[in-house]
Nanobody, 114 residues
Framework: VQLVESGGGLVQAGGSLRLSCAAS????????MDWYRQTPGKQRELVAT???????NYADPVKGRFTISRDTAKNTLYLQMNSLKPEDTAVYYC?????????WGQGTQVAVSP
């Protein structure tokens, strides 16, 4: 299984970006798909999750600003990020999970300037 992220970049505070994660298989075959992020010296943190059922959860810092979604026809996971803040600067990773299996993308850098 391959997960390939794209869409990162540099944006000013208050701006928007949309991250994409193209999967090499049907996204509905994963129990869940998630977006994580990581900054240097810190642990990777969960940003948003979408379960097979469609149930969605967000980390508190991004609630109301970020939206996770999937396009089953394109086997792609998205993260729409609005009202970006400098503290959102991180490498963002796509993740997919089935019992006993974890799949990670290579990461895409998001930088938000003040």
């Amino acid at each position: 299984v391959q997960l390939v992220e794209s869409g990162g970049g540099l944006v000013q505070a208050g701006g928007s970006l949309r991250l994409s994660c193209a999967a090499s298989r049907d996204v509905l075959r994963f129990n869940s798909m998630d977006w994580y992020r990581q900054t240097p010296g810190k642990q990777r943190e969960l940003v948003a999750t979408i379960a097979f059922t469609g149930e969605i959860n967000y980390a508190d810092p991004v609630k109301g600003r970020f939206t996770i979604s999937r396009d089953t026809a394109k086997n792609t996971l998205y993260l729409q990020m609005n009202s970006l803040k400098p503290e959102d600067t991180a490498v963002y990773y796509c993740h997919a999970w089935n019992p006993g299996y974890d799949y990670w993308g290579q990461g895409t850098q998001v930088a938000v300037s003040p």
